[in-house]
Nanobody, 124 residues
Framework: VQLQASGGGLVQAGGSLRLSCAASGRTVRGLTMGWFRQAPGKEREFVASLRHSGHTYYADSVKGRFTISRDNANNMINLQMNSLKPEDTAAYYC???????????????????WGQGTLVTVSS
């Protein structure tokens, strides 16, 4: 599975961005997909996940502001980010795995496939 993330950029606080992650080699419907982020000097952290069942999960820090969705027609997932804050500034990575138990979806090591990062910068 190959993943290609895109959509990052510079935005003012309160603004919105939409990240996309295109997959090849396998359909996203059969995968658990996730978004993680990593700020300079910090560990990679969980943002959101979309299981093959369609259930979604979010980090508390983004709940109510971010929405993860799946575009089956284009074999990709999206992360709509609204009400962005300076603390959302990070490199964002998409990840995928064919089989993750629910209790493991927030851990980077649970995902076998990773895309390159796309940088999101939120100015105050």
């Amino acid at each position: 599975v190959q993943l290609q993330a895109s959509g990052g950029g510079l935005v003012q606080a309160g603004g919105s961005l939409r990240l996309s992650c295109a997959a090849s080699g396998r359909t996203v419907r059969g995968l658990t997909m996730g978004w993680f982020r990593q700020a300079p000097g910090k560990e990679r952290e969980f943002v959101a996940s979309l299981r093959h069942s369609g259930h979604t999960y979010y980090a508390d820090s983004v709940k109510g502001r971010f929405t993860i969705s799946r575009d089956n027609a284009n074999n990709m997932i999206n992360l709509q980010m609204n009400s962005l804050k300076p603390e959302d500034t990070a490199a964002y990575y998409c990840a995928a795995d064919p089989s993750i138990i629910l209790s493991s979806i927030a851990f980077p090591h649970s995902y076998a496939y990773w895309g390159q990062g796309t940088l999101v910068t939120v100015s105050s």
